[in-house]
């Protein structure tokens, strides 16, 4: 099966989505199938890509665009939806004669925006990564256009039905887990564990500072914070501060 993984940020953008966009089509590859995946040439790469692009043996496709390029620090630093969805639209148009020279079996898309420009010539399978706190005339007509939707969870995928009327089928496909990897065991009885992106909006700078309360209460608290992101050595610092 020749598949497309349609996916601009993932070139820059260290998010939870981008990180299982990246091992997702890793697996695919695994798996035997023909995988190319398209994003922006953006002027920095995150670690995460580098380390995709060392091991990913598919068609990795780098779009060139210089009015990305323009807004690349504004897209960069984006944490609201509209500006999401610039980039997305701005994106899809930028990759439309690489779709025009290529078919495919499935072009699979991580944000429902990017279904709007991109030629619709091919099936398109769009996958829910999170779901929106208020409904939005942009997503209105976007949910509308792939012909198949996944949602990682049942949460998801009720919230997405409820707040757009959908009434095509949406298949629920959970985050998988690497099970090679075993947690170490702990024998204290208090723990607390963050897992997810090293970013400052996820707030495990907060965590951290009350670490430092509760110890007075419970000396034998036990955390781990496991993950990656732009703000982890700024954490390591505070953390031996406190």
Not at 48 to 72: A, P, T
Not at 85 to 100: I, M, P, Q, T, V
Not at 108 to 125: E, G, S, T
């Amino acid at each position: 099966m020749k598949l497309a993984i349609h996916s601009p940020r993932s070139s820059y953008y260290m998010g939870g989505a981008e990180r299982y966009i990246l091992n997702y089509s890793l697996w695919l590859q695994k798996l035997g199938e023909k995988v190319s995946f398209i994003t922006y040439d953006s002027p920095i790469k995150s670690e995460w890509f580098k380390k995709f692009q060392n091991n990913f043996k598919g068609e990795l496709v780098l779009i060139k665009s210089k009015k990305i390029d323009r807004l690349f620090y504004k897209f960069r630093n984006a944490t609201m939806a509209p500006v999401w969805d610039k980039e997305a639209l701005l994106f899809s148009k930028e990759s439309e004669n690489f779709y025009k020279n290529n078919k495919f079996d499935l072009i699979i898309l991580h944000y429902d925006v990017d279904c709007i420009n991109i030629l619709k010539r091919d099936k398109l399978c769009l996958h829910l990564h999170g779901l929106p706190s208020r409904k939005r005339a942009i997503e209105n007509i976007a949910i509308k256009i792939p012909d198949k939707i996944i949602a990682v969870s049942n949460y998801v995928k009720n919230g997405w039905k409820k707040l757009y009327s959908i009434n095509k089928k949406i298949f629920v496909v959970q985050n998988g887990i690497n099970l090679s990897k075993k947690p170490k065991k702990s024998k204290k009885t208090i723990d607390i564990i963050y897992f997810g992106r090293i970013i400052r909006i996820k707030g495990v700078r907060t965590l951290i500072r009350s670490i430092s309360f509760l110890k007075k209460s419970f000396k034998d608290i036990r955390v781990e914070i496991v993950g990656e992101g732009p703000d982890m050595m700024n954490l390591v610092r505070l953390t031996k501060r406190l």
